[in-house]
């Protein structure tokens, strides 16, 4: 079974508009981690942000935030106020304490900002 | 501020040959990674490392070979390169300690084996 599900292959957002990127993951382990991945064009990996199964509050960074419902087991990355830069694959991965020495990534969705 | 350095960045084997990808960070990171990125499609763990000295399996590790003979270097090797290898390869690494760590990626490696 896949572990982290990114049901979007493809995304478009008007400039200006704010966008949400499902993934779902599925573990057993009560504490793990999730992160998220930006891959523009040009091919490098940025990190964007990141939360923890622990954390009582949705984690936000700038434009990024994170909507994490834990009893659903998904953690959408909403992008507010989308800017042409923003056109990129993201990706969607966890980190499970029991095997804290990996890293499980989606399939990507790839988001596409018009002018 | 070098991060992680992926040497090289563009290469073209023919089918059989052997090459060796070499990855290096100056984080002082304890975990390593390597991982192949196929078109359209997100990144799949070849193998990984813990620590100096250590290495083990991912999703994808037939036909790759690794090692980590110091702690800032992280080596991928193909002994002999079949079609099916050609893929853009990323080299990772992160901190030990704490979930929270994000991976640090290097900008990639593009092989074609032709």
């Known amino acids: 079974a896949q572990k982290i599900t990114q049901t979007q292959p493809g995304m478009f957002v008007q400039e200006k508009e704010a966008v949400t990127l499902d993934c779902t993951y599925d573990t057993s382990d009560p504490s793990y981690g999730l992160f998220w991945y930006k891959q523009p064009s040009s091919g490098e990996m940025i990190f964007l942000i990141y939360q923890g199964s622990y954390d009582q509050q949705n984690a936000t960074e700038g434009r990024y935030s994170l909507n994490f419902q834990k009893a659903r087991k998904s953690a959408n990355l909403v992008i507010s106020a989308s800017q042409l830069g923003d056109s990129a694959m993201y990706f969607c991965?966890?980190?499970?304490?029991?095997?804290?020495?990996?890293?499980?990534f989606g399939d990507g969705t790839t988001l596409t900002v018009k002018p | 501020n070098a991060g992680v350095t992926q040497t090289p960045k563009f290469r073209v084997l023919k089918t059989g040959q052997s090459m060796t990808l070499l990855c290096a960070q100056d984080?002082?990171?304890?975990?390593m990674y390597w991982y192949r990125q196929d078109p359209g499609m997100g990144l799949r763990l070849i193998h990984y490392?813990?620590?100096?000295?250590?290495?083990a399996k991912g999703e994808v590790p037939d036909g790759y070979n690794v090692s980590r003979l110091k702690k800032q270097n992280f080596l991928l090797g193909l002994e002999s390169a079949a079609p099916s290898q050609t893929s853009v390869y990323f080299c990772?690494?992160?901190?030990?300690?704490?979930?929270?760590?994000?991976?640090?990626f290097g900008d990639g490696t593009r092989l074609s084996i032709l």
């Open positions: 984080m002082n990171h304890e975990y």
């Open positions: 490392s813990v620590g100096e000295g250590t290495t």
């Open positions: 991965a966890m980190r499970e304490n029991t095997n804290a020495g990996k890293s499980t």
């Open positions: 990772a690494s992160s901190y030990r300690l704490g979930l929270d760590q994000p991976q640090h």
